[in-house]
């Protein structure tokens, strides 16, 4: 790292996974930072407002501000207004959580969520919602890899790191072969459905959404809910409602640029696809 900013930001991004706050000599460590570096930075955190030491001399951790500056700029966008409606009553018919990402550049990240789930069983997704979705292991993932070319596809995996932070399920892919294999198959059928794959015990099925003028992806629509109870036979029964879900959030993407101006003009998804 070589810019103050890209330190900085490096350390927020490292603390916003820690939300329970995380020593100077460890966050130096998982950064490759020297401690003294990380710890003048976080002390210029503190003075504009962004993070805060937990007790005296101990660990430091984000306030609230970075957070609420990100869910006042989401909601100025107008996505939520536009498609959280779409999104409760696909949560409401299938009884299971329901999540939409979009691009945002190179990146994909959950922006909308609704849980239809009301008792039993559930799977809850808080400390992911406003994440970046992890490529090779999540459902919505890999359904919008399969919208890539094979080359850009291992070429996005790889920037991001095969293995999720945390670690993965025991069904995520392994290797590229591996993860080739579940794209083209994702590709073929139009879905990308995976079990113990995100994380054990969760089962997903997502598809792409498309700008409904360019075709090109801009986003997925997930349907994801405990392995025990949603088979991958259930979730092939909700691909309709899905489909149709996508169709209608790629339709609302027509209301101004509120969904589409998320992926940058030059980036790989801002083309239209050719087959591999």
Known sequence: MSSALEKGLSVISFLAEHPDGAAVTDIA????????????????????????????HGDYCLTLKLATSGLSFLARTGIPDLSQPILDRLAQSTRELVRMALSDGEKLVWVGVSQGATSGLRYDPEAEHGQVIHLASAAGGQAWLSGMTDDE?????????????????????????????????????GYALNANSFMLGMAAIAVLIRHPET?????????????????????RDFLPELQETAAELAEASRAGRNFSRWYAPESPMAQPQKKA
């Open 29 to 56: 460590k998982a950064l490759d930072l020297p401690p003294s570096g990380v710890h003048r930075l976080l002390k210029e955190l503190e003075t504009l407002g962004y993070a805060r030491q937990t007790r005296n």
């Open 153 to 189: 596809a291992i070429a996005a995996a790889m920037r991001q790191g095969l293995e999720k932070t945390g670690g993965s399920g025991v069904s995520a892919p392994g290797s590229v072969a591996e993860l080739m294999k579940i794209i083209q198959t994702a590709r073929k059928d």
């Open 215 to 235: 075709g090109v992806p801009i986003g997925t629509v997930s349907i994801a809910g405990p392995a025990a109870r949603a088979t991958p036979e259930l979730l």
